[in-house]
């Protein structure tokens, strides 16, 4: 199982690149605030980000798992995404 910092770089590259965020990507941390505060994310980018979490994971992420409080910031989008790594 990768690391935190890991997992978080991976989420991070994940957000910039299905967002096409550009340099911005680069620029968040753990307590940046998504959902509400990065205008490219809305309910159809939620869907692209939750599909490539998926893939390049290799999870499935269930409908009734998904609140917005997993995508309240990229840390609690990480931690989302690492305890469905279990």
């Excluded at 590259?13 to 994310?41: C, D, F, M, T």
């Excluded at 309910?43 to 979490?53: E, G, N, R």
Aim: charged share 25%.
């Amino acid at each position: 199982m990768q690391s935190s910092e890991a997992t978080l770089n991976d989420v991070r590259q994940i957000l910039g690149r299905v967002l096409q965020l550009g340099e911005k990507a680069g620029h968040l941390n753990r307590e940046s605030a998504l959902l509400g505060a990065i205008p490219e994310v809305d309910s159809m980018a939620v869907v692209h980000v939750l599909t490539a979490i998926e893939e390049h994971f290799g999870i499935a992420i269930d409908d009734d798992d998904i609140s917005a409080d997993a995508f309240a910031s990229l840390g609690a989008l990480t931690d989302f995404v690492e305890a469905r790594l279990g």
